[in-house]
């Protein structure tokens, strides 16, 4: 069992920059954000394999930046220029397999809330 903690949420005013962390118990091959804004399903936004390989969503692609520390257990989501459909409750995950597909994630955090004001 992985057990996942984010932090890094919180509230920022549009084009402003949050950084959120998630830190594993232990090792795992893929890790990934997904999102659940509000009235809408979850959907991924980036992932990262620990060989480094990153997929993004496009709505996020040139703002979002996701990366792992060199022992592959903390993974960071930095934002960029962000805006008001960008709220929502994230949240960290984590699996074996095929990174960029989200079935491959069945480990879960509790999730942190992005507030975007404009």
């Known amino acids: 069992q992985v057990q996942l903690v984010e932090s890094g949420g919180g509230s920022v005013q549009a084009g402003g920059s949050l950084t959120l962390s998630c830190s594993a118990s232990?090792?795992?091959?893929?890790m990934g954000w997904f999102r659940q804004r509000p009235g809408k399903e979850r959907e991924g936004v980036a992932q990262?394999?620990?060989?480094?390989?990153?997929t993004y969503a496009d709505s996020v692609k040139g703002r979002f930046t996701i990366r792992r520390d060199g022992a592959k257990k903390i993974m960071q989501l930095q934002m960029s220029d962000l805006k008001a459909e960008d709220t929502a409750k994230y949240s960290c995950?984590?699996?074996?397999?095929?990174?960029?597909?989200?079935?491959?994630?069945?480990?879960w955090g509790q999730g942190t809330q992005v507030t975007v004001s404009s």
């Open positions: 995950a984590a699996g074996r397999g095929d990174c960029p597909a989200p079935r491959t994630y069945n480990f």
């Open positions: 232990q090792y795992i091959y893929c």
């Open positions: 990262i394999s620990a060989e480094g390989g990153t």
